[in-house]
């Protein structure tokens, strides 16, 4: 791994974990074991390299949604796979993370947010997929009910209260997934849904 890409790598594990305004040129060059000279030199300034962190997260994610989705047997797989991907961002994302991004760098968070818009068309084109398979109830909208799935799951991320009572975070992600995806299914859809679970319980 070449230098410019350990900067990225760091940076983008500090930006996730602690958010942009506590995170220093000076914790990312300590972090990559380089002078901040070296730094600087590949990355002129804090903007530019958050700027790269992120676009490098929306690539990739890019590129895995795209192979989920060409290797799933099914619509429903998929949704499973794309979910567990979205659960284990949110749980390495701080808040922080978002809340300073959307104060400090609006034009970066813009961008941000067009990504997101993205990853609910690709959600709402599975949806539409599934309802051909018979998997997802005719009448559901899907561009509405990829939206509602992906502003519930970011709420959860933002409002963790559930802990108060005892719940796992984990636990409510895997909850309001499941509560989603049964309340969209049809009856043969419930079926696929109740063989993906158990085809799940050996790795849990």
């Keep these: 791994m070449d230098t410019r890409e350990r900067i990225v790598t760091e940076c983008s594990q500090m930006l996730m974990s602690v958010g942009p305004a506590s995170m220093t040129m000076d914790d990312v060059a300590r972090a990559c074991g380089i002078s901040k000279r070296t730094l600087y030199e590949t990355f002129p ?6 700027g790269e962190c992120i676009h490098r997260e929306h690539e990739a994610k890019n590129e895995q949604m795209k192979e989920i989705f060409s290797t799933s047997s099914n619509c429903f797989e998929a949704m499973y796979r794309v979910y567990q991907r979205a659960r284990k961002m949110y749980e390495a994302t701080s808040m922080a993370f978002v809340n300073d991004i959307k104060r400090l760098y609006p034009d970066i968070f813009e961008k941000h947010v067009e990504n997101e818009k993205t990853v ?16 997802v109830i005719k009448r559901i909208n899907p561009e509405i009910a990829a939206y509602l799935f992906s502003q519930s799951m970011r709420q959860l991320h933002k409002n963790p209260n559930g802990t108060k009572y005892g719940f796992k975070q984990e636990d409510l992600f895997d909850h309001l997934f499941i509560s989603f995806l049964r309340g969209i299914a049809t009856i043969k859809g419930i079926e696929m ?11 849990q």
């Design 193 to 203: 849904i109740e063989y993906l679970e158990n085809q799940q319980q050996p790795n």
């Design 45 to 50: 300034d804090k903007r530019t390299l958050i």
């Design 120 to 135: 609910i068309d690709g959600i709402a084109s599975v949806l539409r997929q599934a309802q051909d398979e018979g998997l």
